[in-house]
């Protein structure tokens, strides 16, 4: 069973940083990706980074210069966000595929990721 956990979120004034990370454990296989993704209260889900099967990080515009997706040997994932803004109040979640995708096709379609975290909140007060 794959579990994915999320942690570092928080509250933190307009301007500031955070970075969020996702401990993946269990039986993966041998070929997953994984992405970021936060949905604010009335909104959809939305893409904001992932890591495609060349290992290049893909990004939303929104999160294009102020954000970075990374990933250590250890199976964390991580986002560092800076320069954050009240619109960046969201629930985060990190999300793992099976399906391999490359460029801005790993961030087209929350459905394609088939394992997700509970979230972590972020929440940016002007």
């Known amino acids: 069973q794959v579990r994915l956990v999320e942690s570092g979120g928080g509250s933190v004034q307009a301007g500031g940083s955070l970075r969020i990370s996702c401990a993946l454990s269990?039986?993966?296989?041998?070929?997953?990706?994984m992405g970021w993704f936060r949905q604010a209260p009335g909104n959809f889900r939305e893409a904001v980074a992932a890591i495609d099967r060349f290992d290049r990080p893909n990004y939303a515009d929104f999160a294009k210069g102020r954000f970075t997706i990374s990933k250590d040997t250890k199976n964390t994932l991580y986002l560092q966000m800076n320069s954050l803004s009240p619109e960046d109040t969201a629930m985060y979640y990190c999300a793992l595929r099976e399906t391999l995708c490359s460029g801005i096709y790993c961030l087209t379609n929350p459905d394609d990721y088939i394992y997700w975290g509970q979230g972590t909140q972020v929440t940016v007060s002007s």
């Open positions: 269990g039986n993966t296989g041998s070929r997953y990706l």
